[in-house]
Protein backbone atom coordinates (compact mmCIF):
# COMPACT_ATOMS: atom_id res chain seq x y z
CA UNK A 1 0.00 0.00 0.00
CA UNK A 2 3.11 2.53 0.35
CA UNK A 3 4.41 1.79 -1.90
CA UNK A 4 1.04 2.58 -4.58
CA UNK A 5 1.06 5.79 -2.47
CA UNK A 6 4.49 6.36 -2.73
CA UNK A 7 3.78 5.98 -6.68
CA UNK A 8 1.27 8.02 -6.24
CA UNK A 9 2.91 10.95 -5.18
CA UNK A 10 5.71 10.87 -7.52
CA UNK A 11 3.26 11.21 -10.38
CA UNK A 12 1.87 13.95 -8.93
CA UNK A 13 5.07 15.91 -8.09
CA UNK A 14 6.31 15.06 -11.61
CA UNK A 15 2.78 17.06 -13.12
CA UNK A 16 3.71 19.58 -10.70
CA UNK A 17 7.29 20.20 -11.81
CA UNK A 18 5.67 19.94 -15.42
CA UNK A 19 3.23 22.52 -15.21
CA UNK A 20 5.44 24.71 -12.76
CA UNK A 21 8.29 24.97 -16.26
CA UNK A 22 5.03 25.46 -18.61
CA UNK A 23 2.39 26.67 -16.48
CA UNK A 24 -1.07 27.76 -18.08
CA UNK A 25 -0.90 31.51 -19.05
CA UNK A 26 -4.98 31.38 -19.82
CA UNK A 27 -7.88 29.71 -20.92
CA UNK A 28 -10.16 30.24 -24.14
CA UNK A 29 -13.52 28.19 -24.64
CA UNK A 30 -12.00 26.06 -21.64
CA UNK A 31 -9.24 25.51 -23.58
CA UNK A 32 -5.52 25.97 -22.43
CA UNK A 33 -2.47 27.77 -23.73
CA UNK A 34 0.41 27.39 -22.25
CA UNK A 35 3.39 29.81 -21.58
CA UNK A 36 6.02 28.17 -23.91
CA UNK A 37 2.56 28.51 -26.56
CA UNK A 38 2.18 32.24 -26.25
CA UNK A 39 6.21 32.88 -26.09
CA UNK A 40 6.13 31.45 -29.64
CA UNK A 41 3.43 33.81 -30.70
CA UNK A 42 4.52 36.62 -28.71
CA UNK A 43 8.56 36.41 -29.51
CA UNK A 44 7.45 36.32 -33.61
CA UNK A 45 5.26 38.99 -33.78
CA UNK A 46 7.49 41.06 -31.37
CA UNK A 47 10.52 40.35 -33.10
CA UNK A 48 12.82 42.99 -34.37
CA UNK A 49 11.54 44.98 -37.34
CA UNK A 50 7.81 44.95 -36.12
CA UNK A 51 6.91 48.82 -36.39
CA UNK A 52 3.79 48.30 -33.95
CA UNK A 53 5.34 45.89 -30.75
CA UNK A 54 2.99 45.62 -27.91
CA UNK A 55 3.91 44.54 -24.57
CA UNK A 56 2.87 41.19 -22.76
CA UNK A 57 -1.14 42.70 -22.01
CA UNK A 58 -1.45 44.11 -24.76
CA UNK A 59 -0.64 40.99 -27.09
CA UNK A 60 -2.78 38.30 -24.47
CA UNK A 61 -5.84 40.79 -25.67
CA UNK A 62 -4.53 40.64 -29.40
CA UNK A 63 -4.25 36.25 -28.97
CA UNK A 64 -7.10 36.16 -27.26
CA UNK A 65 -9.08 37.14 -30.05
CA UNK A 66 -7.03 35.31 -32.54
CA UNK A 67 -7.74 32.21 -30.42
CA UNK A 68 -11.32 32.66 -30.29
CA UNK A 69 -11.90 33.22 -34.05
CA UNK A 70 -10.01 29.55 -34.59
CA UNK A 71 -12.28 27.80 -32.00
CA UNK A 72 -15.28 29.40 -33.77
CA UNK A 73 -14.06 28.10 -37.27
CA UNK A 74 -13.53 24.41 -35.37
CA UNK A 75 -17.01 24.28 -33.81
CA UNK A 76 -18.47 25.87 -37.41
CA UNK A 77 -16.30 22.51 -38.94
CA UNK A 78 -14.22 24.15 -40.99
CA UNK A 79 -11.24 21.70 -40.34
CA UNK A 80 -12.79 19.21 -42.15
CA UNK A 81 -13.54 20.85 -45.39
CA UNK A 82 -11.78 19.33 -48.30
CA UNK A 83 -10.56 22.62 -49.27
CA UNK A 84 -8.67 23.55 -45.62
CA UNK A 85 -7.70 20.37 -45.62
CA UNK A 86 -5.59 20.00 -48.98
CA UNK A 87 -4.11 23.52 -48.22
CA UNK A 88 -2.99 22.56 -44.53
CA UNK A 89 -1.10 19.45 -45.71
CA UNK A 90 0.40 21.29 -48.72
CA UNK A 91 1.70 23.65 -46.00
CA UNK A 92 2.55 21.19 -43.06
CA UNK A 93 3.95 18.97 -45.85
CA UNK A 94 6.51 21.98 -46.43
CA UNK A 95 7.56 21.30 -43.08
CA UNK A 96 7.93 17.50 -42.49
CA UNK A 97 9.08 16.14 -45.67
CA UNK A 98 12.53 17.30 -45.43
CA UNK A 99 12.34 16.01 -41.42
CA UNK A 100 12.44 12.40 -43.16
CA UNK A 101 15.25 12.72 -45.20
CA UNK A 102 18.10 10.27 -43.73
CA UNK A 103 20.84 12.04 -42.45
CA UNK A 104 23.76 12.33 -44.99
CA UNK A 105 21.27 10.79 -47.67
CA UNK A 106 21.71 14.58 -50.06
CA UNK A 107 25.33 13.91 -49.47
CA UNK A 108 25.37 10.69 -50.99
CA UNK A 109 23.14 11.38 -53.63
CA UNK A 110 25.33 14.22 -54.49
CA UNK A 111 28.92 11.92 -54.41
CA UNK A 112 27.01 9.49 -56.83
CA UNK A 113 26.53 12.52 -59.08
CA UNK A 114 29.77 13.24 -59.36
CA UNK A 115 31.10 9.64 -59.85
CA UNK A 116 28.69 9.42 -62.60
CA UNK A 117 29.90 12.24 -64.38
CA UNK A 118 33.71 10.78 -63.63
CA UNK A 119 32.55 7.76 -64.95
CA UNK A 120 30.74 9.08 -68.41
CA UNK A 121 34.41 10.58 -69.45
CA UNK A 122 35.82 7.17 -69.53
CA UNK A 123 38.87 8.64 -68.66
CA UNK A 124 38.73 11.40 -71.07
CA UNK A 125 38.88 14.94 -70.55
CA UNK A 126 36.84 17.61 -70.80
CA UNK A 127 36.45 20.06 -73.98
CA UNK A 128 35.77 23.34 -74.78
CA UNK A 129 35.18 23.77 -78.68
CA UNK A 130 34.22 26.89 -80.99
CA UNK A 131 32.90 26.21 -84.06
CA UNK A 132 31.25 27.78 -87.62
CA UNK A 133 28.45 26.01 -89.01
CA UNK A 134 27.08 26.03 -92.33
CA UNK A 135 23.59 24.71 -92.47
CA UNK A 136 21.76 21.67 -94.63
CA UNK A 137 18.46 20.63 -94.50
CA UNK A 138 17.81 16.61 -94.22
CA UNK A 139 16.70 16.32 -97.24
CA UNK A 140 19.46 18.68 -99.23
CA UNK A 141 19.75 18.22 -102.73
CA UNK A 142 23.60 17.92 -104.34
CA UNK A 143 23.21 21.56 -105.20
CA UNK A 144 22.15 22.51 -102.19
CA UNK A 145 25.43 20.19 -100.55
CA UNK A 146 27.90 21.57 -103.35
CA UNK A 147 26.94 25.57 -102.40
CA UNK A 148 27.18 24.35 -98.53
CA UNK A 149 30.41 22.96 -99.53
CA UNK A 150 32.04 25.97 -101.49
CA UNK A 151 31.27 28.20 -98.50
CA UNK A 152 32.30 26.16 -95.76
CA UNK A 153 35.56 25.88 -97.65
CA UNK A 154 36.21 29.44 -98.33
CA UNK A 155 35.33 29.81 -94.83
CA UNK A 156 38.46 26.93 -94.36
CA UNK A 157 41.05 29.10 -96.58
CA UNK A 158 40.35 32.19 -94.79
CA UNK A 159 40.92 30.62 -91.70
CA UNK A 160 44.14 29.25 -93.22
CA UNK A 161 44.78 32.93 -94.18
CA UNK A 162 44.81 34.14 -91.09
CA UNK A 163 41.39 35.36 -90.49
CA UNK A 164 40.00 35.51 -86.78
CA UNK A 165 37.80 32.43 -85.46
CA UNK A 166 35.89 34.63 -83.72
CA UNK A 167 35.34 37.59 -85.72
CA UNK A 168 33.84 34.91 -88.77
CA UNK A 169 32.18 32.77 -86.41
CA UNK A 170 30.24 36.27 -85.52
CA UNK A 171 30.00 36.75 -89.73
CA UNK A 172 29.16 33.67 -91.08
CA UNK A 173 27.64 31.04 -88.62
CA UNK A 174 24.47 29.52 -88.83
CA UNK A 175 24.41 28.52 -85.26
CA UNK A 176 23.01 32.01 -83.79
CA UNK A 177 23.36 31.06 -80.34
CA UNK A 178 26.96 30.43 -80.70
CA UNK A 179 27.82 32.97 -83.22
CA UNK A 180 27.12 35.92 -81.02
CA UNK A 181 29.74 34.28 -78.62
CA UNK A 182 32.59 34.00 -81.55
CA UNK A 183 31.72 30.44 -81.55
CA UNK A 184 31.71 29.46 -78.39
CA UNK A 185 30.32 26.41 -77.07
CA UNK A 186 29.92 25.08 -73.51
CA UNK A 187 31.81 22.42 -72.08
CA UNK A 188 31.89 19.04 -73.23
CA UNK A 189 32.67 15.13 -72.70
CA UNK A 190 31.80 11.79 -74.62
CA UNK A 191 28.54 11.29 -75.55
CA UNK A 192 27.21 14.72 -74.93
CA UNK A 193 27.39 15.48 -78.67
CA UNK A 194 26.60 13.89 -81.80
CA UNK A 195 29.58 11.59 -82.99
CA UNK A 196 31.28 13.19 -86.00
CA UNK A 197 31.61 16.79 -83.95
CA UNK A 198 32.86 14.62 -80.67
CA UNK A 199 35.41 12.67 -83.04
CA UNK A 200 37.03 15.56 -84.61
CA UNK A 201 36.95 17.76 -81.40
CA UNK A 202 39.06 14.62 -79.43
CA UNK A 203 41.32 14.83 -82.56
CA UNK A 204 42.04 18.62 -81.71
CA UNK A 205 45.08 19.86 -79.95
CA UNK A 206 44.24 23.66 -78.11
CA UNK A 207 44.30 26.13 -80.38
CA UNK A 208 44.12 23.63 -83.46
CA UNK A 209 41.41 24.30 -86.49
CA UNK A 210 39.67 21.09 -88.15
CA UNK A 211 39.50 20.31 -91.59
CA UNK A 212 35.62 21.25 -92.53
CA UNK A 213 33.74 17.86 -91.96
CA UNK A 214 29.71 17.07 -93.01
CA UNK A 215 27.30 16.60 -90.04
CA UNK A 216 24.05 15.56 -89.81
CA UNK A 217 22.30 19.21 -90.12
CA UNK A 218 25.73 20.59 -91.78
CA UNK A 219 28.91 21.74 -92.55
CA UNK A 220 31.32 22.22 -89.55
CA UNK A 221 35.11 23.77 -88.78
CA UNK A 222 35.67 23.08 -84.94
CA UNK A 223 38.54 25.20 -82.60
CA UNK A 224 39.67 23.45 -79.16
CA UNK A 225 39.66 26.29 -77.07
CA UNK A 226 40.37 24.37 -73.98
CA UNK A 227 40.65 20.93 -72.16
CA UNK A 228 40.94 20.03 -68.71
CA UNK A 229 40.46 17.01 -66.40
CA UNK A 230 37.00 17.40 -64.17
CA UNK A 231 37.44 19.56 -61.14
CA UNK A 232 37.34 17.69 -57.64
CA UNK A 233 34.48 16.88 -55.78
CA UNK A 234 34.75 19.68 -53.39
CA UNK A 235 35.30 22.36 -56.47
CA UNK A 236 31.98 20.97 -57.81
CA UNK A 237 30.07 20.12 -54.59
CA UNK A 238 27.97 22.98 -54.35
CA UNK A 239 26.89 23.12 -57.81
CA UNK A 240 26.38 19.69 -58.18
CA UNK A 241 24.18 19.69 -55.18
CA UNK A 242 22.32 23.12 -55.93
CA UNK A 243 21.08 21.73 -59.89
CA UNK A 244 19.97 18.47 -57.63
CA UNK A 245 18.23 20.44 -55.01
CA UNK A 246 16.60 22.63 -58.21
CA UNK A 247 15.46 18.90 -59.65
CA UNK A 248 13.70 18.17 -56.13
CA UNK A 249 15.95 15.72 -54.48
CA UNK A 250 14.97 16.19 -50.95
CA UNK A 251 11.27 15.34 -52.19
CA UNK A 252 12.45 12.33 -53.68
CA UNK A 253 14.32 11.57 -50.93
CA UNK A 254 11.49 11.72 -48.38
CA UNK A 255 8.64 10.08 -50.67
CA UNK A 256 11.26 6.63 -51.02
CA UNK A 257 11.08 6.69 -47.11
CA UNK A 258 7.35 7.15 -47.08
CA UNK A 259 7.16 4.33 -49.64
CA UNK A 260 9.44 2.16 -47.65
CA UNK A 261 7.34 2.68 -44.65
CA UNK A 262 3.73 2.27 -46.70
CA UNK A 263 5.34 -1.20 -47.66
CA UNK A 264 6.26 -2.49 -44.74
CA UNK A 265 2.68 -1.84 -43.38
CA UNK A 266 1.33 -3.82 -45.40
CA UNK A 267 -1.19 -1.34 -47.28
CA UNK A 268 -2.48 -0.84 -43.99
CA UNK A 269 -1.46 2.91 -43.89
CA UNK A 270 -1.59 5.74 -46.78
CA UNK A 271 1.23 8.22 -47.28
CA UNK A 272 -0.86 10.65 -45.63
CA UNK A 273 -1.78 8.55 -42.71
CA UNK A 274 2.11 7.92 -41.95
CA UNK A 275 2.37 11.92 -42.43
CA UNK A 276 -0.13 12.56 -39.98
CA UNK A 277 1.66 10.18 -37.73
CA UNK A 278 5.40 11.63 -38.19
CA UNK A 279 3.78 15.31 -37.74
CA UNK A 280 3.18 14.38 -34.05
CA UNK A 281 6.08 12.23 -33.79
CA UNK A 282 8.70 15.27 -34.85
CA UNK A 283 6.36 17.98 -33.04
CA UNK A 284 6.43 15.97 -29.49
CA UNK A 285 11.10 16.40 -30.27
CA UNK A 286 10.58 20.37 -30.99
CA UNK A 287 8.17 22.92 -29.85
CA UNK A 288 8.69 24.95 -31.86
CA UNK A 289 8.15 22.62 -35.08
CA UNK A 290 5.05 22.11 -32.64
CA UNK A 291 3.57 25.61 -32.76
CA UNK A 292 4.97 26.19 -36.26
CA UNK A 293 2.63 23.19 -37.89
CA UNK A 294 -0.32 25.02 -34.89
CA UNK A 295 0.34 28.88 -36.82
CA UNK A 296 -0.52 27.44 -39.86
CA UNK A 297 -3.34 25.22 -38.60
CA UNK A 298 -4.83 27.83 -37.19
CA UNK A 299 -4.17 31.02 -39.46
CA UNK A 300 -6.02 28.74 -42.38
CA UNK A 301 -8.42 28.02 -40.45
CA UNK A 302 -8.95 31.95 -39.10
CA UNK A 303 -8.69 32.76 -42.60
CA UNK A 304 -11.44 30.60 -43.78
CA UNK A 305 -13.92 31.67 -40.58
CA UNK A 306 -13.33 35.29 -41.02
CA UNK A 307 -13.17 35.59 -44.91
CA UNK A 308 -16.50 33.31 -45.17
CA UNK A 309 -18.16 35.11 -41.94
CA UNK A 310 -17.01 38.66 -42.07
CA UNK A 311 -14.20 40.11 -45.30
CA UNK A 312 -16.52 38.91 -48.36
CA UNK A 313 -19.81 39.55 -47.23
CA UNK A 314 -18.99 43.02 -46.03
CA UNK A 315 -16.59 43.82 -49.59
CA UNK A 316 -20.47 42.59 -51.33
CA UNK A 317 -22.61 44.46 -49.06
CA UNK A 318 -23.19 47.48 -51.04
CA UNK A 319 -26.20 48.49 -49.01
CA UNK A 320 -24.47 48.52 -46.06
CA UNK A 321 -21.36 50.06 -47.35
CA UNK A 322 -23.09 52.89 -48.74
CA UNK A 323 -25.02 53.74 -45.20
CA UNK A 324 -21.17 53.51 -43.48
CA UNK A 325 -20.05 55.65 -46.25
CA UNK A 326 -22.73 58.18 -45.02
CA UNK A 327 -22.54 57.89 -41.41
CA UNK A 328 -18.69 58.56 -41.00
CA UNK A 329 -18.15 61.23 -44.55
CA UNK A 330 -16.31 63.51 -42.58
CA UNK A 331 -13.49 60.85 -42.00
CA UNK A 332 -12.92 60.33 -45.74
CA UNK A 333 -12.76 64.13 -46.64
CA UNK A 334 -10.05 65.48 -48.53
CA UNK A 335 -7.46 67.80 -47.95
CA UNK A 336 -7.54 68.74 -51.34
CA UNK A 337 -9.73 68.47 -54.99
CA UNK A 338 -9.86 65.35 -56.69
CA UNK A 339 -10.46 64.47 -60.36
CA UNK A 340 -12.71 62.10 -61.22
CA UNK A 341 -12.21 60.92 -64.84
CA UNK A 342 -10.01 60.02 -67.30
CA UNK A 343 -7.07 61.38 -68.99
CA UNK A 344 -6.67 59.81 -72.42
CA UNK A 345 -3.90 59.81 -75.36
CA UNK A 346 -4.82 59.48 -78.85
CA UNK A 347 -2.12 58.78 -82.44
CA UNK A 348 -4.79 61.52 -84.20
CA UNK A 349 -5.46 65.07 -83.04
CA UNK A 350 -8.61 65.00 -84.21
CA UNK A 351 -9.52 62.15 -82.17
CA UNK A 352 -9.06 64.30 -79.00
CA UNK A 353 -12.48 66.26 -79.36
CA UNK A 354 -14.51 62.80 -80.86
CA UNK A 355 -13.81 60.82 -77.77
CA UNK A 356 -14.85 63.87 -75.41
CA UNK A 357 -17.63 64.43 -77.33
CA UNK A 358 -18.97 60.27 -77.62
CA UNK A 359 -18.98 60.18 -73.70
CA UNK A 360 -20.03 62.91 -72.25
CA UNK A 361 -23.90 61.63 -72.28
CA UNK A 362 -22.71 58.10 -71.07
CA UNK A 363 -22.05 56.56 -67.75
CA UNK A 364 -18.69 56.59 -66.60
CA UNK A 365 -18.26 52.73 -66.54
CA UNK A 366 -19.61 52.41 -69.73
CA UNK A 367 -16.70 54.74 -71.27
CA UNK A 368 -13.73 52.49 -71.84
CA UNK A 369 -16.05 50.09 -74.13
CA UNK A 370 -17.31 52.69 -75.90
CA UNK A 371 -13.77 54.01 -76.23
CA UNK A 372 -12.94 50.08 -77.47
CA UNK A 373 -15.53 49.73 -79.61
CA UNK A 374 -15.18 53.00 -81.66
CA UNK A 375 -12.00 54.02 -81.56
CA UNK A 376 -9.39 50.26 -80.86
CA UNK A 377 -11.52 48.16 -82.51
CA UNK A 378 -9.13 47.42 -85.25
CA UNK A 379 -5.52 48.90 -83.97
CA UNK A 380 -4.97 50.45 -80.75
CA UNK A 381 -5.61 54.21 -81.49
CA UNK A 382 -6.69 55.63 -77.95
CA UNK A 383 -5.21 54.49 -75.00
CA UNK A 384 -7.16 55.84 -71.71
CA UNK A 385 -6.41 55.89 -67.88
CA UNK A 386 -9.40 56.44 -65.48
CA UNK A 387 -9.88 56.62 -61.92
CA UNK A 388 -9.59 59.38 -59.41
CA UNK A 389 -6.50 61.14 -59.74
CA UNK A 390 -4.56 63.05 -56.77
CA UNK A 391 -2.57 65.76 -57.20
CA UNK A 392 1.25 64.37 -58.61
CA UNK A 393 -0.56 61.25 -60.01
CA UNK A 394 -0.50 62.51 -63.32
CA UNK A 395 0.91 65.47 -64.64
CA UNK A 396 -1.00 65.46 -67.36
CA UNK A 397 -4.35 65.85 -65.24
CA UNK A 398 -2.40 68.26 -62.83
CA UNK A 399 -1.66 70.85 -66.00
CA UNK A 400 -4.85 69.81 -67.65
CA UNK A 401 -7.79 69.60 -64.67
CA UNK A 402 -6.58 70.49 -61.79
CA UNK A 403 -4.74 73.50 -63.56
CA UNK A 404 -1.01 72.99 -61.90
CA UNK A 405 0.91 75.65 -63.84
CA UNK A 406 4.15 73.99 -62.82
CA UNK A 407 3.58 70.73 -63.93
CA UNK A 408 4.55 70.03 -67.76
CA UNK A 409 2.34 67.71 -70.30
CA UNK A 410 3.79 64.09 -70.72
CA UNK A 411 2.48 62.38 -74.01
CA UNK A 412 2.84 59.13 -74.63
CA UNK A 413 4.93 57.36 -76.84
CA UNK A 414 2.94 56.87 -80.58
CA UNK A 415 0.37 58.69 -78.93
CA UNK A 416 1.35 62.42 -78.60
CA UNK A 417 -2.07 64.64 -78.30
CA UNK A 418 -3.59 64.40 -74.76
CA UNK A 419 -7.15 65.05 -73.32
CA UNK A 420 -8.58 65.04 -69.73
CA UNK A 421 -12.60 64.56 -69.21
CA UNK A 422 -14.25 64.61 -66.36
CA UNK A 423 -14.77 66.01 -63.16
CA UNK A 424 -13.05 68.29 -60.74
CA UNK A 425 -14.55 67.20 -56.91
CA UNK A 426 -13.27 69.75 -54.38
CA UNK A 427 -15.26 68.58 -51.59
CA UNK A 428 -15.54 64.99 -51.88
CA UNK A 429 -15.80 62.49 -52.07
CA UNK A 430 -19.27 62.24 -53.14
CA UNK A 431 -19.91 58.44 -52.78
CA UNK A 432 -18.74 55.43 -51.41
CA UNK A 433 -16.87 54.46 -54.52
CA UNK A 434 -14.53 57.19 -54.06
CA UNK A 435 -12.51 55.82 -51.64
CA UNK A 436 -13.91 52.20 -52.32
CA UNK A 437 -11.18 50.46 -50.94
CA UNK A 438 -10.43 52.41 -47.49
CA UNK A 439 -14.17 52.12 -47.10
CA UNK A 440 -14.22 48.47 -47.62
CA UNK A 441 -11.49 47.98 -45.21
CA UNK A 442 -13.05 50.04 -42.89
CA UNK A 443 -16.24 48.94 -42.76
CA UNK A 444 -14.37 44.74 -42.73
CA UNK A 445 -12.81 45.84 -39.60
CA UNK A 446 -15.91 47.00 -37.95
CA UNK A 447 -18.03 43.23 -38.81
CA UNK A 448 -14.80 41.79 -37.31
CA UNK A 449 -14.66 43.96 -34.28
CA UNK A 450 -18.86 43.18 -33.69
CA UNK A 451 -17.93 39.41 -34.26
CA UNK A 452 -14.66 39.24 -31.86
CA UNK A 453 -17.62 40.95 -29.32
CA UNK A 454 -20.17 38.37 -30.35
CA UNK A 455 -17.39 35.60 -29.67
CA UNK A 456 -16.35 37.04 -26.56
CA UNK A 457 -19.84 36.77 -25.20
CA UNK A 458 -19.80 33.06 -26.16
CA UNK A 459 -16.72 31.73 -25.28
CA UNK A 460 -15.25 31.97 -21.47
CA UNK A 461 -11.66 33.73 -21.61
CA UNK A 462 -9.50 33.41 -18.39
CA UNK A 463 -6.31 35.10 -18.37
CA UNK A 464 -4.10 33.59 -15.33
CA UNK A 465 -2.32 37.47 -14.97
CA UNK A 466 0.45 35.58 -12.42
CA UNK A 467 1.70 33.02 -15.08
CA UNK A 468 1.71 35.70 -17.90
CA UNK A 469 3.78 38.12 -15.95
CA UNK A 470 6.49 35.14 -16.26
CA UNK A 471 6.39 35.66 -20.04
CA UNK A 472 10.13 35.73 -20.86
CA UNK A 473 10.67 35.99 -17.37
CA UNK A 474 11.96 32.56 -16.01
Not at 49 to 58: R, S, T
Not at 61 to 78: P, T
Given at each position: MKKIFAGIALTVVALTAAA????????????????SEFEYNYNK????????????????????????????????????????????????????????????????????????MLARLEGKQLLQPAHILIRLPQDATEEQQAIA???????????????????????????????????????????QVVKEFEDVAYSLEVNEVSEPFLMPFGYDIVKLMGKKDLESYEELHDMIMKYLEGQGLENQLAQQVLDSIASQSNGEKTIEQILDEKTEEFCAKDSELKYLVQEYHDGLLLFEECNSRIWEPAAKDTLALTAYFKKNKKKYAWDEPRYRGMVYYCKDAADVKAVKKLVKKQPTDKWMEIIRETFNKDSIMVRVERRIF???????????????????????????????????????????????????SDYQRLKEDEFVAELRKRYTVEIDKEALGTVNNH
Open positions: QEDPIVMRIGGVPVTRNNSEGVIDKKNVEEYAELFVNYKLKVLSALDNRLDTLTSYQKEFRTYRDQLIRPLLVPEGAKEKECKAYYDGKAKIDSIHQALKDGADFAELAQTVSQDPGSAARGGMLPWIGPNKKGDNANVDRMALKVKSAELKPVKGFPHIGVFGKVLKKGPAEWTDVSNQVV
